[in-house]
């Protein structure tokens, strides 16, 4: 992690394209986001938020909020995805992922508000999480969800992951990919130069 300069937190944003062609920037939250970041919430749909977070909740209670907006603690992450709306940049999707170093592996969860649904907003954040987990050197990347989310469920399967029974709760569904990348060939430029960075920095098998 020590290659990641989160005081220089532009330098890790991603420009996409949803299905239409509409620019889709994915950055790290800010402490700017905060207002913007609960309204992103507070407008999903009762049924999004329930899949987002595995319960009903109106909003982010302030201590999740906080944990959100903590870039790296815990080698814990949140990005949000957003587009120009009327002349303001607008979050339409966010996620958050967890590095896990003694598994090599990388949880995330993540959203798309349902405005902008059915864009390919949920297929470019995911393979844009693969960049992430194949430069911070993971072997998996793994979500879980709802069984009865059907639309997270069909996004995973189409996406290559394989599912497992959840360990611990029979509503949930987890999904495992395994990360077959090399550094050099990750898709996403800013993450590529991380894991090449995090390569060079590694102490040579002969040391």
């Known amino acids: 992690m020590s290659t990641l300069r989160l005081e220089e937190l532009k330098q890790y944003s991603d420009t996409l394209r949803t299905r239409h062609g509409e620019a889709l920037n ?81 949880e995330f969860g993540l959203s798309v508000h349902d405005r902008w649904q059915g864009h390919g907003i949920a297929t470019a954040l995911m393979k844009n999480l693969e960049c992430r987990a194949a430069a911070l050197g993971a072997e998996h990347i793994f979500g879980e969800t709802l069984r009865s989310n059907e639309t997270m469920v069909s996004l995973a399967r189409k996406s290559g992951f394989t599912f497992v029974n959840h360990p611990d709760d029979w509503k949930l569904v987890r999904f495992d990919k395994e990360i077959q990348v090399a550094s050099k060939d990750i898709p996403c430029a800013s993450w590529r130069l991380a894991a090449l960075s995090r390569q060079a920095e590694r102490p040579s098998a002969s040391a």
């Open 26 to 106: 994915v950055r790290f939250v800010e402490p700017r986001d905060t207002e913007e970041l609960q309204h992103y919430f507070r407008s999903l749909s009762t049924r999004s938020r329930y899949n987002r977070f595995f319960g009903a909740i109106s909003e982010l209670p302030e201590g999740l909020l906080h944990d959100f907006l903590q870039i790296g603690d815990r080698e814990r992450f949140t990005i949000v995805a957003t587009m120009m709306v009327d002349g303001f940049e607008t979050i339409v999707a966010e996620a958050r992922y967890a590095l896990h170093p003694e598994a090599a592996t990388l």
